[in-house]
Every structure is written in structure tokens, then in C-alpha cells.
């Protein structure tokens, strides 16, 4: 008869389980160190060897990276394999722009929608206060930080949707189409028309999760996404023009 597994073993496989639950929600991203062995003990209630071995399975998986001198991080293992070959494929290949936006707009309409549903309180203190910093970089017109505040924003509502797949994913599209959504905020940074229907798609959107309407969440969602791309390939449009118009001149 094969031995029964060790209690250690077991325990262990529970707090990757956890350890897991975390990076898939989005409480552990890329990047983050998690605590020491003594904190996980505390916190799991566990001994030290357990926490060791759990840790040692998390790296096995590559989910965890562990680094002499620098403790444990999470490793980018779930979002790379889809990031790394499309953000080169996309360089080479401007058709995809607009596949990928497309794409953009069905996970953004679901995720508002389901984020309507699904919203807790604690989803809605965690969104209202990224409305309310995107909001700001937005009125105050500070371009970097509307970047960044756009992006928090949207992955807000994409964890709120309670999709595991739906948070990953737009974590990873818009890595893959990061440079395209700056240049485009940058481009309407400088009309203030554009600017101000940025803005209020965003409080359309914001408003519509916060009354639990998950119609009117998909809908405003959808026409953010959409008004992005026509911008974007707009945007492309004028620039040719804009060198076809320097060829032309230099010719002359």
C-alpha cells in the first residue's frame, strides 16, 4: 500500500491554492513580492516547511521567481505566452490594429456589464476611487497620469466583472496595445473636444456600474471602446497624409 501523504505536503498544496486564488484575482500581480516564510506562516496558520514547500511548487509551476539576495516576486508566466509574440506581430503587421480593437470592444462591453452585475461594495470603493483619479488626471489635463489612470480604470472594471479570464486579458491587450492608447490620448490631449468626450465616457460608464445597469454599462462601454478605435485609426489616417504631404513638398 502507498503511504498516505505527509500532513506538510497537504498543507502545503492548500496555501498554493491560495497563493494561486491571489495572482488568478489579481491580489498578486507581475512583479509583486509576496512575504516572508515567517509572515506566511502567521498569516496561514502553517509551519515554515510547509510555506517552503509551497513555495517551491509555485516555482516549479513558474508562477513565483526566486531570487538570491531578493526575495520571492510573481513571475508574468499567465499574461507573457499571449503578450510577448502578438506586441511583435502587431509591429509588424498594422492590420492586426484593428483586430485587436475589436477584440478590446467585446471584453470591455462584457466586463462593464458583468462588472453591473457583480459589483460588491468593496469592488465599487476600489472603482469609484479609480473614476475618481482618472476623473482628476482628466480635469487637470496631466497627460501621463490620465495614462495611467485610463488603464487602472478599465482594469478596475475588468476585475469587477468576477471573470478571471476577462481581468487577464485586457491586462494583456492593452500591454499589447499600450503605445497605441497613449498616442492616441496624446493626440486628443491637444482638442479639447475629444478631451472632454473622453471624460464623459468614462462618468457614463462609472455611472452606469455604480446603479447596477447592465444594459446601459455595456452599451457606454462599447461606445468608449469604439470611439477609441475610429480615433486611433483616425488618428493613423492624418499622420499619413501628413507624411504623403512632406514627400509631396520635398519633391517640389
Sequence with gaps: MAPLSSPVVRLAD????????????????PGDRIPSERKLAEDFGVSRPSIREAIQKLVAKGLLITRHGGGTTVTNKLDAPFVDPWQDMVKDHPVLHRDILEVREMLEAQAAELAAQRATDVDMVRLDKAFAALDEAYASKDLDKSIAADVAFHQAIAETSHNVLIGHLTASLMRVIHDHVSNNLKHSHTRPAQWDQLRTQHRTIWKAIKANKADKASAAAKEHSVYIRESI??????????????RRAGTN
Excluded at 14 to 29: F, K, P, T, W, Y
Design 14 to 29: 492548500s496555501v498554493v491554492n491560495e497563493i494561486e486564488s491571489q495572482i488568478l484575482d489579481g491580489a498578486l500581480r
Design 233 to 246: 485609426e483616425n488618428n493613423a489616417l492624418d499622420e499619413h497624409r501628413r507624411v504623403s504631404a512632406l
